[in-house]
């Protein structure tokens, strides 16, 4: 898309001067040290304005933005905000030391405490009860914030919210590629309750790292992640594309819960406190550098004390056990799981986590310690994988089947937009790509051909040939080669007899006329259509009875045709599409198609795709930050390049991508964060809610996750790589209502937390799943040895795993080196020794497809020694075939 509207909001901003300094910045700085930190006050405010690591010019506070964020209602580290009540009262007074700024009373310092103020005069309430005193200390090297609340009053009050705001250098805009990956970081939080901690990462995924954590020995629990107001200034951009804004820590939320948010159900239970008469509590936050970086985070977030929960998953499919391991210094005195949705079995620190059918969707897991704290670990509970996508593939062939042929649009027979809210396909938008088959916020059918490649079903392949036949070739290709932006468009005059609802919002510059509709400039779009063909071919390939009206080489050549045209150049590396130069998302299919391409024989038509890749790849090798797009700031280019970089051996580029990777995507005990990778503006592109807002589960998720899984089968003992990837992959099962609807991401903001109304673009967030959905085999130094997306058994010296995951086809072995795949059929269970394995053992089964045969691969990306496949089969496509009868058929992966 062209999205004008963010670049002439850059362009300005060049001119803007400074806002008014409500923060006293002509007053100066505090200038104040630690073992770890180099860190700046407002002498002013004594708001943190400054934090680098000792020694260095790194800051992860915007310091340079400062001149734009000096305004009243603009937030900092150091910062609070409250509601309180009189005890027995309903009406809440707010307190905001931001919203009318004053110089604060310095008060005096004891032993270790760098800085100490009065806030009162900044605390918006003359007559309030409430003494805050605000300490900046020295915690062990690092650096502390404390908050003594005083009730002064003779009344006891409630405080129904109590947050911390905070700030770092996210803020994108007037930034290049190069400066943003150089100075920026984005930020993370687990909302853990007493185990909650924030981490903070530079975008490069390299360097030291920040992580926040409760203070010790105050009870500061992380209950609620609230996004911030500020006001909308051109310097920065406050919540656009190029800065998503703030958050803030929330201790207590009840105050909101019973206001604002009403209307959700929180991550955790909503709670408030009384402060009795002349009573004093103490708050506060440890920011904590992580001088290895971000693969040092869960190291340095228990040295704090603060509990920590690794596990092998967080959406939890019913038939799956998932392990957790707890490491804290305190024992643990009880585990309880909300609505008794896990039967939980205890070992020592290990505990497994069995869904007992009586829950779907969010739920939680409560750790009581017997110091005293509380930990939460958040958990989605789904269908089992299979039947997930086998009602997608149900849900999206029946209710959102398109069959009005008299449509002016052509878009009949097809798989059309689908709002929830109204249960109704969306056939009219303002944005009329979504209702127009294309360009991400339109391509459901996407998600629905790629179920077929992993679960295939006769009445779904025979509606999506209808649609390949009728719509996609003829419509939103120009017979096989370039591919529009929108089959749906606003031109009243072209289409006289067709009634545009007169309540929409037309008129915007999403709301494009034929011309701009039919447009073929975007290469994004072609992915979509490729991955398509693609997954029809493998499908038919496997059983050529599904195919009624083509054969499967007329899907791989319409797959190859449509990349060519994707990729053509003028003969000097400039793409004729635009955008082709970049990394596209969805590209991953290029390569399997490359990869059948190669199996089958095509030999020139794989030279082709291969040389263009090749082309890209050498560009991106050149460049320092290669992961533009047509957004400011993205994380949908790295998934190709990445795969080009490694596939055509560009190891830096690789290793550069998967680092960007790590800085936008973390791994927390939390099924919304964990694997998330950053996205926030699509709720406005795609979204029935349109709002800039921090998106759970976008597509981002499950493609950057590829090359992440990817990068850990060439490195099995980097198990962050897993962990990461792992989360990513299984994000797009959270998006699968139970009735087989599915939503494009879900609403993190805490006055909404559901899943939106639309489907959106969840076509390509499946297909990443689709594609890299497996079972991973390992000996994890946390967890010790487990599978992620399986359950396994030892007895006798022998593990045996039964995959759990969506497609179960693919079988990784860490300590083995080795990647299996099989084309069609199910993998039932793995076995190998639990001690030097040197072979597995495959049990194949027909699966709910009834597959009779299939290919065998195996990769050894991980190993020096080649493997073969044993068991009755016979070399073919670059594998060995196997006949799968009905009752199953066993082979062995073994040293060749």
Same mark, same amino acid.
């Given at each position: 898309?062209?999205?004008?509207?963010?670049?002439?909001?850059?362009?300005?901003?060049?001119?803007?001067?400074?806002?008014?300094?409500?923060?006293?910045?002509?007053?100066?700085?505090?200038?104040?040290?630690?073992?770890?930190?180099?860190?700046?006050? #407002?002498?002013?405010?004594?708001?943190?304005?400054?934090?680098?690591?000792?020694?260095?010019?790194?800051?992860?506070?915007?310091?340079?933005?400062?001149?734009?964020?000096?305004?009243?209602?603009?937030?900092?580290?150091?910062?609070?905000?409250?509601?309180?009540?009189?005890?027995?009262?309903?009406?809440?007074?707010?307190?905001?030391?931001?919203?009318?700024?004053?110089?604060?009373?310095?008060?005096?310092?004891?032993?270790?405490?760098?800085?100490?103020?009065?806030?009162?005069?900044?605390?918006?309430?003359?007559?309030?009860?409430?003494?805050?005193?605000?300490?900046?200390?020295?915690?062990?090297?690092?650096?502390?914030?404390?908050?003594?609340?005083?009730?002064?009053?003779?009344?006891?009050?409630?405080?129904?919210?109590?947050?911390?705001?905070?700030?770092?250098?996210?803020?994108?805009?007037?930034?290049?590629?190069?400066?943003?990956?150089?100075?920026?970081?984005?930020?993370?939080?687990?909302?853990?309750?007493?185990?909650?901690?924030?981490?903070?990462?530079?975008?490069?995924?390299?360097?030291?790292?920040?992580?926040?954590?409760?203070?010790?020995?105050?009870?500061?629990?992380?209950?609620?992640?609230?996004?911030?107001?500020?006001?909308?200034?051109?310097?920065?951009?406050?919540?656009?594309?190029?800065?998503?804004?703030?958050?803030?820590?929330?201790?207590?939320?009840?105050?909101?819960?019973?206001?604002?948010?009403? #209307?959700?159900?929180?991550?955790?239970?909503?709670?408030?406190?009384?402060?009795?008469?002349?009573?004093?509590?103490?708050?506060?936050?440890?920011?904590?550098?992580?001088?290895?970086?971000?693969?040092?985070?869960?190291?340095?977030?228990?040295?704090?004390?603060?509990?920590?929960?690794?596990?092998?998953?967080?959406?939890?499919?019913?038939?799956?056990?998932?392990?957790?391991?707890?490491?804290?210094?305190?024992?643990?005195?009880?585990?309880?799981?909300?609505?008794?949705?896990?039967?939980?079995?205890?070992?020592?620190?290990?505990?497994?986590?069995?869904?007992?059918?009586?829950?779907?969707?969010?739920?939680?897991?409560?750790?009581?310690?017997?110091?005293?704290?509380?930990?939460?670990?958040?958990?989605?509970?789904?269908?089992?994988?299979?039947?997930?996508?086998?009602?997608?593939?149900?849900?999206?062939?029946?209710?959102?089947?398109?069959?009005?042929?008299?449509?002016?649009?052509?878009?009949?027979?097809?798989?059309?937009?689908?709002?929830?809210?109204?249960?109704?396909?969306?056939?009219?938008?303002?944005?009329?790509?979504?209702?127009?088959?294309?360009?991400?916020?339109?391509?459901?059918?996407?998600?629905?051909?790629?179920?077929?490649?992993?679960?295939?079903?006769?009445?779904?392949?025979? =509606?999506?040939?209808?649609?390949?036949?009728?719509?996609?070739?003829?419509?939103?290709?120009?017979?096989?080669?370039?591919?529009? =932006?929108?089959?749906?468009?606003?031109?009243?005059?072209?289409?006289?007899?067709?009634?545009?609802?007169?309540?929409?919002?037309?008129?915007?510059?999403?709301?494009?006329?034929?011309?701009?509709?039919?447009?073929?400039?975007?290469?994004?779009?072609?992915?979509?259509?490729?991955?398509?063909?693609?997954?029809?071919?493998?499908?038919?390939?496997?059983?050529?009875?599904?195919?009624?009206?083509?054969?499967?080489?007329?899907?791989?050549?319409?797959?190859?045709?449509?990349?060519?045209?994707?990729?053509?150049?003028?003969?000097?590396?400039?793409?004729?599409?635009?955008?082709?130069?970049?990394?596209?998302?969805?590209?991953?299919?290029?390569?399997?198609?490359?990869?059948?391409?190669?199996?089958?024989?095509?030999?020139?038509?794989?030279?082709?795709?291969?040389?263009?890749?090749?082309?890209?790849?050498?560009?991106?090798?050149?460049?320092?930050?290669?992961?533009?797009?047509?957004?400011?700031?993205?994380?949908?280019?790295?998934?190709?390049?990445?795969?080009?970089?490694?596939?055509?051996?560009?190891?830096?580029?690789?290793?550069?991508?998967?680092?960007?990777?790590?800085?936008?995507?973390?791994?927390?005990?939390?099924?919304?964060?964990?694997?998330?990778?950053?996205?926030?503006?699509?709720?406005?592109?795609?979204? =029935?809610?349109?709002?800039?807002?921090?998106?759970?589960?976008?597509?981002?998720?499950?493609?950057?996750?590829?090359?992440?899984?990817?990068?850990?089968?060439?490195?099995?003992?980097?198990?962050?790589?897993?962990?990461?990837?792992?989360?990513?992959?299984?994000?797009?099962?959270?998006?699968?209502?139970?009735?087989?609807?599915?939503?494009? #991401?879900?609403?993190?903001?805490?006055?909404?937390?559901?899943?939106?109304?639309?489907?959106?673009?969840?076509?390509?967030?499946?297909?990443?799943?689709?594609?890299?959905?497996?079972?991973?085999?390992?000996?994890?130094?946390?967890?010790?040895?487990?599978?992620?997306?399986?359950?396994?058994?030892?007895?006798?010296?022998?593990?045996?795993?039964?995959?759990?995951?969506?497609?179960?086809?693919?079988?990784?072995?860490?300590?083995?080196?080795?990647?299996?795949?099989?084309?069609?059929?199910?993998?039932?269970?793995?076995?190998?020794?639990?001690?030097?394995?040197?072979?597995?053992?495959?049990?194949?089964?027909?699966?709910?497809?009834?597959?009779?045969?299939?290919?065998?691969?195996?990769?050894?990306?991980?190993?020096?020694?080649?493997?073969?496949?044993?068991?009755?089969?016979?070399?073919?496509?670059?594998?060995?075939?196997?006949?799968?009868?009905?009752?199953?058929?066993?082979?062995?992966?073994?040293?060749?």
């Amino acid at each position: 898309m062209n999205w004008w509207s963010l670049p002439l909001v850059c362009a300005l901003v060049t001119h803007v001067k400074a806002q008014t300094d409500n923060l006293g910045l002509d007053n100066g700085y505090v200038s104040l040290s630690t073992a770890n930190f180099d860190l700046e006050l #407002a002498k002013d405010s004594q708001v943190l304005v400054s934090l680098k690591p000792a020694g260095e010019s790194f800051d992860f506070l915007p310091f340079d933005y400062l001149p734009f964020r000096a305004a009243n209602g603009q937030y900092h580290n150091g910062d609070i905000t409250l509601r309180y009540r009189a005890s027995g009262t309903t009406d809440w007074t707010a307190i905001d030391s931001a919203q009318s700024r004053q110089p604060v009373t310095e008060a005096t310092t004891e032993s270790g405490v760098l800085a100490a103020s009065d806030m009162a005069p900044t605390l918006s309430s003359d007559s309030t009860p409430l003494q805050i005193t605000r300490s900046w200390v020295g915690v062990s090297g690092d650096l502390g914030l404390s908050f003594e609340i005083t009730n002064t009053g003779e009344e006891d009050l409630e405080i129904g919210s109590l947050g911390f705001p905070t700030e770092f250098n996210s803020i994108f805009t007037n930034r290049t590629a190069e400066d943003m990956a150089a100075h920026c970081s984005l930020t993370d939080p687990h909302i853990g309750l007493d185990a909650g901690y924030l981490q903070v990462v530079p975008t490069s995924g390299t360097g030291a790292a920040l992580i926040v954590t409760p203070l010790v020995n105050t009870s500061t629990p992380f209950e609620a992640w609230r996004n911030l107001d500020e006001p909308i200034d051109a310097a920065t951009a406050y919540q656009s594309q190029t800065f998503e804004g703030f958050y803030e820590w929330q201790v207590h939320s009840e105050a909101y819960a019973q206001n604002e948010w009403a #209307a959700a159900t929180p991550w955790n239970t909503a709670t408030s406190r009384t402060l009795k008469a002349g009573e004093s509590t103490t708050v506060g936050l440890r920011f904590s550098l992580v001088a290895d970086g971000v693969r040092g985070i869960q190291d340095a977030v228990r040295s704090t004390g603060t509990p920590l929960t690794i596990g092998t998953g967080y959406i939890v499919p019913e038939d799956l056990t998932v392990r957790l391991a707890i490491s804290h210094s305190a024992n643990v005195s009880d585990i309880v799981s909300q609505e008794d949705a896990f039967e939980i079995v205890e070992n020592g620190n290990m505990v497994s986590l069995t869904p007992t059918g009586s829950s779907w969707g969010r739920t939680r897991v409560d750790i009581s310690y017997a110091d005293g704290k509380t930990q939460s670990v958040h958990y989605f509970i789904t269908t089992s994988a299979p039947d997930a996508i086998a009602q997608l593939g149900e849900f999206s062939t029946s209710s959102m089947w398109y069959t009005d042929e008299t449509d002016p649009f052509g878009r009949a027979p097809s798989i059309m937009s689908y709002d929830a809210s109204t249960e109704a396909i969306v056939l009219q938008e303002p944005r009329v790509w979504i209702a127009g088959l294309s360009d991400e916020g339109g391509v459901i059918y996407l998600a629905t051909a790629m179920k077929q490649h992993g679960l295939p079903a006769a009445a779904e392949m025979t =509606k999506l040939e209808q649609f390949a036949s009728q719509v996609l070739l003829p419509n939103l290709q120009d017979n096989g080669t370039h591919v529009v =932006k929108s089959l749906f468009y606003y031109e009243p005059d072209l289409v006289p007899d067709y009634e545009y609802d007169g309540s929409l919002q037309w008129g915007n510059w999403w709301s494009w006329n034929q011309a701009d509709s039919y447009s073929t400039d975007r290469a994004y779009d072609y992915i979509h259509v490729i991955g398509a063909y693609w997954a029809l071919y493998r499908a038919g390939r496997e059983d050529p009875s599904l195919l009624t009206s083509h054969t499967w080489d007329w899907y791989l050549a319409h797959a190859y045709n449509t990349t060519v045209a994707c990729f053509e150049t003028d003969g000097q590396g400039n793409g004729l599409v635009g955008y082709s130069r970049v990394g596209l998302m969805g590209e991953t299919v290029v390569g399997e198609l490359l990869q059948d391409l190669q199996r089958e024989g095509w030999s020139a038509e794989a030279e082709a795709v291969e040389a263009a890749m090749k082309l890209r790849a050498d560009a991106w090798d050149s460049q320092t930050a290669p992961f533009g797009s047509e957004m400011a700031w993205d994380s949908t280019g790295q998934e190709g390049v990445y795969y080009w970089a490694n596939y055509f051996d560009l190891t830096n580029t690789a290793t550069k991508t998967v680092n960007s990777i790590l800085g936008f995507m973390p791994t927390v005990s939390h099924w919304g964060w964990n694997g998330n990778a950053r996205r926030y503006w699509d709720f406005i592109y795609a979204g =029935k809610l349109q709002r800039i807002e921090r998106m759970i589960h976008h597509y981002g998720s499950s493609l950057n996750a590829l090359p992440l899984l990817a990068q850990f089968r060439q490195q099995p003992t980097d198990t962050h790589l897993l962990r990461v990837g792992f989360g990513g992959i299984t994000g797009p099962l959270s998006n699968i209502r139970q009735d087989g609807s599915m939503f494009h #991401a879900f609403h993190s903001f805490p006055d909404t937390l559901k899943g939106d109304d639309y489907s959106g673009d969840y076509g390509p967030s499946f297909l990443g799943m689709m594609l890299g959905s497996a079972v991973y085999v390992v000996d994890d130094p946390d967890l010790g040895l487990v599978a992620y997306g399986g359950n396994t058994a030892t007895s006798d010296g022998v593990v045996t795993v039964q995959p759990r995951d969506a497609v179960r086809r693919r079988v990784y072995v860490a300590s083995m080196g080795v990647y299996v795949t099989t084309s069609a059929g199910w993998i039932e269970e793995v076995s190998l020794a639990s001690a030097d394995p040197q072979q597995m053992e495959l049990r194949l089964v027909p699966g709910p497809a009834n597959a009779t045969a299939a290919v065998v691969w195996v990769e050894n990306p991980g190993a020096s020694d080649g493997y073969v496949v044993e068991g009755g089969t016979e070399k073919t496509r670059g594998g060995w075939e196997v006949q799968i009868p009905a009752g199953g058929v066993d082979v062995t992966v073994v040293k060749g």
